[in-house]
Structure formats: C-alpha cells, structure tokens
Nanobody, 117 residues
Framework: QVQLVESGGGLVQTGGSLRLSCAASGIIFSIRAMGWYRRAPGKQRESVASITSGGITNYADSVKGRFTISRDNAKNTVYLQMNSVKPEDTAVYYC???????????WGQGTQVTVSS
C-alpha cells in the first residue's frame, strides 16, 4: 500500500528554522509530483509548495523566499526546509503525492509545527 510518513515537526521560535521530511513507499517515487500542504486550526487546508518529477518547484506567496521544497529520489523522500518562520506558519503539515493520469493522490498523517512569538 501507499504510505507517506512525515517527520521533523516541533516547536520553534519566530525567525527560527525547521526541516520537515516525508518518506514515501508503495509508489514509483521518481515519476511522481509531490507537495506539502498545511492546515491551521479552524482553517481550510492549503497548498504550501510542490515539486514535479523534473524538479520544478512552486510556492504559496506566503512562504516564497522562506521555504524550500526538495526531493531525494534515492531515498524516496521529499523535504520542506522552513526558514525565518512566523507564527502564522503554525499548522499541521501534510505530505502528498499529487494525482496523475493513472493514479490518485495520497496523503500522509501530518506533523505539527508550532511557531512561538
């Protein structure tokens, strides 16, 4: 079965850094686009960043210049480097395999990120 396991969340101060990891199994990772999403309490889940199989990235305006998405196909892992974090970055962060022509998307369980003032 498809499995996505996020890790690296925790408590960090405003201006600090955190690196999230998502280890994938059950898919041919190298040909799948991947994404990071987040959901704050009382809010809708939103897209944070995505990366195609070819390494093309896209970011939400709110995180541009601060977050970096990357992937290591040898490890079947996608990362989200979070720098200069702000309180509004507080949320549960989810990893996703983006849907393709012949396959649907899959979600991880999420990892909590809390940014203190």
């Amino acid at each position: 079965q498809v499995q996505l396991v996020e890790s690296g969340g925790g408590l960090v101060q405003t201006g600090g850094s955190l690196r999230l990891s998502c280890a994938a199994s059950g898919i041919i990772f190298s040909i799948r686009a991947m994404g990071w999403y987040r959901r704050a309490p009382g809010k809708q889940r939103e897209s944070v960043a995505s990366i195609t199989s070819g390494g093309i990235t896209n970011y939400a305006d709110s995180v541009k210049g601060r977050f970096t998405i990357s992937r290591d196909n040898a490890k079947n892992t996608v990362y989200l480097q979070m720098n200069s974090v702000k309180p509004e970055d507080t949320a549960v962060y989810y990893c996703r395999t983006e849907p393709g022509i012949t396959s649907g998307g899959y979600w991880g369980q999420g990892t909590q990120v809390t940014v203190s003032s």
